[in-house]
């Protein structure tokens, strides 16, 4: 049985850390991945790649390659990372004349077949609707242009091109998982019908994806890291059964505990069978226990037969947008921004020749403020519409027309700017069998890789059926109204149109309270926001966890929502914050 792969991150996003490859080659590891792509980052490629067709993958990886590369060789560490976006032959040509020009050899493959933008009228044609997940709609009534269209592909690719003796994989748009389970596969000669380790592969991937928010970052028990330097990003040991250990190099920041784990485990995630294109895992069979400093132990993931669709992110331009803040001070917030939205809807003559207006009053002031940045509140507009004349400096300019006619004290946080166009997300499925991956090798031939779906394979084990939700329970005995945050962490973070909040609880007591107490009515009635919008809730009792989903509340999308929180970050700790009555015993 093969020692555990040591899989690293190095990425967690396009425009992350540039240092992070160099210094994961500080320590052992076997593998080096990177996450460049998010829902937004497709629209940026794209829009790069109207500038120079050349472009359309992530340079900053090039970058980071060219600092690591000839360790990388040296040493046997393979590189797996979706850079490629939008063009990764383009890409892999690039890095084949890096390596050039640094007298190395190196075997470059890469990955396609995610793009379906050739192909999507004809796949409308023959039937297929790509109904929008969070709407019920059918593409052929957004009545937008499509712009980025991409299936996200599984990982056999890649375990097929590292077999192959590729020293890179250059990947277009696969699931961020797979960037372990493809190279974890290989490396432990999985078959495709070896469910239970290909889920806690996914698992692994899912916590190390997005680099140090596994290893302390965006955490919501600071007390708890003491080592306050950059947290160092993460590895994930991935052993022959599927189960890991979550680490970090020795001497780095940050911390790797159950909990940094758990948090990571709960971001972005809806229903607890988390759907991949090659497994399903069953995150409510995680277990989860400190093997030593910085090392958790994750096993016990089961899995299931992947179903026979694949998820498809498009991206639609929307539109443009313009936003304008005004500062308000004092005394008569809700005045003057009523005198503000009046004066400035008459210098635009009217709002009505907008596709949308949008204002939202944001109070940071307070009474009698020690300091006058505490005595103020921002007035927030977006205006959206397909003209971009209407958006543009004639919409900001209108706003600066009132600096001296509007109310007493005005300013904006920033100068007139010009508009800016944005993207609508729309999630789809569509069947796996219309979906081919090609796998382009070093030596030049072209692979064809099926997907699991297509293939004959043994069914699972059947998996335990979770606990039983439990009837709405308040406290009982003297209570006292404290923050939510006492007893639960949280981590949130967008889904496309939607949000997710994960908050896992500080001890099993406290579990069962916040089981018992936190419904979706109560949720609804702590995010306010949420209350006119459809709620899910799901119970990960092995992680203390339970897990909502609100869909809408992002929509049409990172780009297009008009919230100031665009991809719900805040969301949690914003819930935390929220007074519950609790048991003075429990507290």
Not at 262 to 281: F, H, K, R, S, W
Not at 426 to 445: F, L, N, R, S
Not at 459 to 482: F, I, L
Not at 511 to 516: D, Q, S, T
Request: with cysteine; net charge negative; hydrophobic share 40%.
């Amino acid at each position: 049985m093969p020692r555990p792969v040591r899989i690293a991150n190095c990425s967690g996003f396009y425009g992350d850390r540039l240092a992070a490859a160099r210094e994961m080659l500080a320590g052992p590891i076997d593998v080096l991945t990177g996450d460049y792509l998010a829902e937004l980052t497709m629209l940026i490629l794209w829009k790069a790649r109207q500038k120079d067709p050349g472009l359309g993958y992530a340079p900053t990886f090039l970058r980071q390659l060219e600092e690591v590369l000839g360790t990388c060789l040296e040493r046997g560490v393979k590189v797996v990372a979706n850079a490629g976006g939008l063009n990764p032959a383009g890409l892999a040509a690039k890095i084949t004349e890096l390596s050039g020009r640094l007298g190395l050899n190196t075997r470059v493959a890469y990955i396609s077949g995610d793009d379906l933008i050739p192909a999507l009228g004809d796949l409308q044609a023959a039937g297929h609707e790509l109904v929008n997940l969070d709407t019920g709609l059918p593409l052929a009534k957004a009545d937008l242009p499509v712009v980025t269209a991409n299936a996200y592909l599984g990982g056999w690719g890649i375990t097929a091109a590292l077999q192959a003796g590729a020293d890179v994989v250059v990947c277009p748009r696969v699931t961020d998982a797979s960037l372990v389970t493809g190279p974890a596969a290989g490396w432990h000669g999985w078959r495709r019908d070896d469910w239970d380790a290909l889920a806690g592969a996914v698992a692994a991937g899912h916590v190390v994806e997005c680099g140090p928010q596994a290893t302390g970052g965006n955490y919501s028990f600071p007390a708890e890291i003491t080592n306050r330097r950059y947290p160092g990003f993460p590895i994930a040991e991935v052993a022959a059964d599927g189960g890991s250990v979550i680490t970090k190099h020795d001497g780095t920041g940050g911390v790797v505990s159950v909990g940094t784990v758990t948090a990571q485990l709960l971001y972005e995630i809806g229903d607890p069978a988390y759907l991949n294109p090659d497994v399903i895992a069953h995150f409510d069979t995680i277990r989860l226990a400190t093997e030593g400093p910085d090392r958790v132990a994750l096993t016990g993931t089961r899995g299931s037969p992947p179903p026979d669709t694949l998820k498809v992110a498009l991206t639609m331009l929307g539109g443009y947008r313009n936003t304008t803040t005004m500062v308000l001070t004092g005394l008569d917030i809700e005045e003057k921004a009523e005198h503000a939205i009046a004066l400035l809807t008459e210098v635009l003559g009217g709002t009505e020749q907008f596709g949308e207006f949008d204002v939202r009053l944001l109070r940071f002031d307070r009474p009698d403020a020690p300091t006058n940045e505490q005595a103020t509140a921002h007035l927030r507009v977006t205006v959206k519409d397909h003209d971009e004349r209407k958006v543009g400096r004639a919409f900001s300019n209108a706003a600066v027309e009132l600096a001296l006619a509007g109310y007493a004290g005005f300013h904006t946080t920033a100068p007139p700017t010009a508009a800016s166009a944005f993207g609508v997300y729309w999630p789809a499925v569509i069947p796996a069998a219309v979906v081919t991956q090609h796998v382009h090798m070093p030596d030049g031939k072209t692979q064809a890789v099926r997907h699991t779906s297509d293939l004959p394979h043994a069914p699972a084990a059947p998996v335990p059926a979770g606990p039983r939700p439990t009837a709405p329970v308040g406290p009982s005995g003297p209570t006292r109204d404290v923050p939510l945050g006492l007893l639960c962490g949280a981590r949130s973070g967008d889904k496309g149109g939607a949000a997710n909040v994960g908050l896992w609880a500080v001890s099993p007591q406290a579990y069962a309270w916040l089981r018992g107490y936190l419904t979706v009515d109560r949720f609804k009635a702590l995010l306010t926001e949420a209350a006119s919008l459809p709620v899910e809730r799901h119970e990960l009792p092995n992680l203390l966890a339970l897990n909502f989903v609100v869909p809408g509340l992002l929509a049409p999308g990172v780009s297009g929502t008009t919230r100031p929180d665009a991809q719900a970050k805040g969301l949690g700790e914003y819930l935390r914050s929220r007074l519950v009555p609790v048991s003075a015993g429990l507290l």
